[in-house]
């Protein structure tokens, strides 16, 4: 267990929907970092936070948003959603270099 | 931005035998390298890694070694077991200006057979 915590663990939602994927990173961890994983496509870097600031972007679509709050957890939002955008979607946290992933979150567009 | 190059996708060895994974990554200033073991729906699982001052480093069957001149580093895993098959990333980054970003190879599936 790595200490980051992610929910749902499942989502099955329909083309067009919106879906919040949670995550918690580790106690004392001020950056997340959030991933997607396509079959085709290995592990994709969409976003960092730290502290509360958006530090560093990837390859993260204009219909994708994130967010992290006072508390530190963070919050992805993927709007208009695309069969293609079926994904699992991991969220690390970390401190300095280390980055220790959550259980991730299985998306399933229909 | 930065590329990070992995071989072989696929490695298949005998059970007791050494596995060897190879990465290169494109941009000299990356300085950190970790290596990264998932299993099959599971969450990648930090399993070593190495700093650009370092050249290698071992933790029991696991070492990696990195060539900062030729921009190339590897895993290597002697007497492999069954529990050892896995999908290993490597990965490089690099701090940039606030912000952090680990660039992933694109995966070796390793297999250990009996």
């Known amino acids: 267990d790595s200490g980051v915590t992610q929910t749902p663990k499942h989502l099955i939602t329909a083309t067009g929907q919106r879906v919040t994927l949670r995550c918690s990173p580790r106690?004392?961890?001020?950056?997340v970092y959030w991933y997607q994983q396509s079959l085709d496509q290995g592990l994709q870097f969409l976003i960092q936070y730290y502290n509360g600031e958006e530090r560093a972007k990837g390859n993260i679509l204009e219909r994708f948003s994130a967010q992290q709050f006072p508390d530190l957890h963070s919050e992805l939002n993927l709007s208009s959603l695309e069969l293609g955008d079926s994904a699992l979607y991991f969220c690390?946290?970390?401190?300095?270099?280390?980055?220790?992933f959550g259980p991730g979150t299985r998306l399933t567009v229909l | 931005g930065e590329n990070v190059e992995q071989h072989p996708s696929t490695l298949s060895v005998q059970e007791g035998d050494s596995a060897v994974i190879k990465c290169t990554y494109s941009?000299?200033?990356?300085?950190?390298f970790p290596w990264y073991k998932q299993e099959l729906g599971k969450r990648p699982q930090l399993i070593i890694d190495i700093r650009s001052n370092v050249g290698e480093k071992k933790d029991q069957r696991i070492a990696v070694t990195l060539n900062k001149t030729a921009k190339h580093f590897s895993l290597h895993i002697t007497e492999t077991q069954p529990e050892d098959s896995a999908v290993y990333f490597c990965?490089?980054?690099?701090?940039?200006?606030?912000?952090?970003?680990?660039?992933f190879g694109t995966g070796t599936q390793l297999k250990v057979e009996l």
């Open positions: 106690s004392g961890d001020l950056s």
């Open positions: 990965a490089a980054f690099r701090y940039r200006g606030g912000g952090n970003k680990l660039t």
């Open positions: 690390a946290s970390g401190y300095t270099n280390e980055q220790f």
């Open positions: 941009d000299s200033a990356s300085n950190y």
